[in-house]
């Protein structure tokens, strides 16, 4: 009986060890049962009396349970306070500090922008200047000085038109009318009816489909055609324009009238988008008619505002809304095209003199600032084209003559020359012309040579000549040298003779010797690129050694080319071959 309480009272102990509620009442139940137990004399049936004052599994549980939530609850309200005492005031990475960190970084920026705009100091001034420098360290610092690039990839260009005097001599529909044009009404219905018509109703009159039936019934009918090529010039609306000009199509190709745009309608429609006549054409000689006799062609306006007039308390966005932005070039396209079209359908309209005038102006104008970016160099080729083919062949040499005498005024931007030569068509006269323009561009840069003035014979020697003048040191502008190599490359032509093989050579020979006077430097960007440019011209001219007397250079040089480089090609592998190489890579 005595190992039975042992028992319990070791289990009790391993209970206790948990919380020491549970030995509390563990020693409770051993004072009840210490009077007999020890004595050794408890029988059975003391057993159940023993067992009342033992603690029970549930009731340790019960204890233990409350126990804990007692501890915790003191555990969170000390956790609590501990936190609240050693709470921070603002945090480290509060919004506060982030605004604060931001605001110094604005102070910060404004002092070093504020230091770097105020004037240095004389003896700063002096360094910065080098003037406290000893020579070798000045040259040594010039050496590494990055030169900035000069070249160009578009030609500057020329001031053509000014914005300002756009519509300066007639506007639509202010001053340019039916009657304005010289139209004289018959009695028709179609006359009375296109008097009477408001502009508007006017413009949606002027379609291809009823100007069809209605143009035979017109008693003026060139005055009529005036009117539409002056209106096309200036109409705003894309959509307008383009019916007007497939009207004048409709006349040149439909055989309705042999009427075409004179040299004055040109004239009046390009100096009404803002120039002079003297602006494109100074020799008033190539012309029948003055520059008063283009100002005073149309009644302007009574009220003319300038472009940069503003009333007072007028909005400065209105003001801007109201300037004039100058020509569309849309309407600029058109006119060169339709121009072009009447030089090649009806040439006999046109004299060498007004073929020459043609040139000059169209030439001048191409130079403008709005074209600078080439959108209407493919419409001027074109034009070019048309304008040398409708000269006569007893014509041409005297011709080419005049052409060349009235460049000096074109330009004188190096840049802008090469610009213009590029515009000659790619067609037998056209390099002729190509050729010619060089050589007279390039005495306007380089001294004169013996027999380069006569131009209607241009010769390869006539190129080497001024490719010897040609002086390439350290005070060289590279920019004009840049200008003068691409003249060099058109005055020799695609179709040299086989007489002028040895001066080819030479030619090749300096222009080697050139190219070996400039050195590659990453500070002379300009050298670099004119070196290259020297070294594709060698190539050309060496492949146009190969070809001379052979006919076509591409059947004679490049063609044979081609077919040794497609038979030396290795032969196709087998299909079997293909696969299995293209699985091994891709299992690799």
């Known amino acids: 009986m005595t190992s039975v309480v042992e028992k319990r009272h070791v289990s009790s102990e391993k209970v206790s060890d948990v919380d020491s509620s549970a030995v509390d009442g563990t020693e409770k139940a051993g004072q009840c049962i210490t009077g007999k137990a020890i004595d050794g004399d408890t029988s059975d049936d003391d057993l159940p009396i023993i067992l009342e004052y033992i603690p029970s599994k549930l009731t340790l549980e019960k204890e233990l349970h ?70 070798e360290h000045k040259a040594e610092l010039e050496k590494m000085n990055a030169v900035e690039k000069k070249i160009r990839k578009l030609h500057p260009g020329e001031m053509i038109f000014d914005i300002c005097q756009f519509k300066s001599l007639f506007s639509f529909p202010e001053s340019l009318t039916l009657t304005s044009c010289g139209f004289l009404p018959g009695l028709s219905r179609t006359d009375q009816a296109m008097l009477s018509l408001p502009p508007d109703q006017l413009l949606e009159f002027l379609s291809p489909e ?85 100002m005073h062609r149309f009644v302007k306006p009574d009220s003319t505002e300038s472009c940069h007039a503003t009333s007072q308390g007028e909005d400065a966005s209105t003001t801007e809304k109201k300037l ?65 083919n409708a000269v006569a062949p007893e014509h041409w040499n005297n011709w080419v003559k005049d052409l060349c005498g009235h460049l000096t005024y074109l330009t004188s931007d190096h840049h802008n020359t090469v610009y213009l030569v590029g515009l000659m068509p790619l067609v037998e006269r056209g390099h002729l012309l190509r050729r010619v323009l060089s050589l007279a561009f390039m005495l306007e840069f380089l001294p004169s040579s013996d027999g380069a003035e006569n131009f209607l014979e241009p010769k390869v020697k ?127």
């Not at 555990?75 to 982030?98: F, G, I, K, R, V």
């Not at 030619?507 to 400039?518: C, P, W």
Request: aromatic fraction near 10%.
């Open 324 to 388: 004039p932005q100058g020509y569309e070039t849309f309407n600029l396209k058109l006119i060169t095209q339709f121009v072009t079209d009447s030089l090649a359908v009806r040439s006999e309209n046109y004299s060498p003199q007004d073929c020459l005038a043609l040139t000059l102006i169209f030439l001048r104008i191409s130079l403008d600032h709005k074209l600078s970016d080439g959108q209407l160099s493919w419409d001027f080729e074109l034009f070019f084209a048309a304008v040398i």
């Open 66 to 135: 409350i126990k804990i939530e007692r501890i915790d609850d003191c555990d969170t309200a000390e956790a609590e306070m501990h936190c609240q005492n050693n709470q921070p005031e603002t945090s480290l990475y509060s919004l506060d500090q982030l605004l604060a960190d931001h605001n110094e970084d604005v102070k910060v920026r404004a002092m070093v922008v504020e230091l770097k705009n105020k004037n240095t100091s004389p003896l700063q001034q002096k360094f910065l200047n080098g003037e406290d420098l000893l020579p």
């Open 210 to 294: 009823l100007f069809r039936i209605v143009f035979p019934a017109i008693s003026s009918q060139e005055k009529f055609l005036t009117f539409i090529f002056y209106l096309l010039s200036i109409s705003p609306d894309f959509r307008i324009s383009h019916r007007l000009h497939e009207i004048l199509h409709v006349v040149l190709h439909g055989q309705l009238s042999t009427w075409t745009p004179s040299t004055f309608d040109v004239c009046i429609i390009l100096c009404n988008y803002g120039t002079l006549l003297s602006n494109i054409c100074p020799d008033h000689s190539l012309f029948n008619f003055s520059e008063t006799d283009l």
């Open 462 to 588: 006539y190129s080497l000549n001024f490719l010897k003048a040609l002086q390439i040191n350290r005070e060289t502008d590279f920019y004009l040298t840049w200008s003068i190599v691409h003249l060099l490359e058109s005055s020799v032509g695609p179709d040299p003779s086989e007489a002028e093989a040895n001066d080819l050579l030479l030619m090749i020979d300096f222009l080697q010797q050139k190219s070996n006077q400039i050195r590659d430097s990453i500070y002379q960007v300009d050298q670099i690129v004119v070196k290259d440019q020297l070294i594709w011209l060698i190539s050309k001219l060496k492949l146009l050694v190969k070809g001379l007397g052979k006919g076509e250079l591409f059947d004679s040089v490049i063609a044979p080319v081609m077919v040794e480089h497609v038979s030396n090609l290795p032969e196709e592998e087998s299909e079997d071959e293909t696969n299995m190489d293209t699985s091994e890579r891709e299992s690799e």
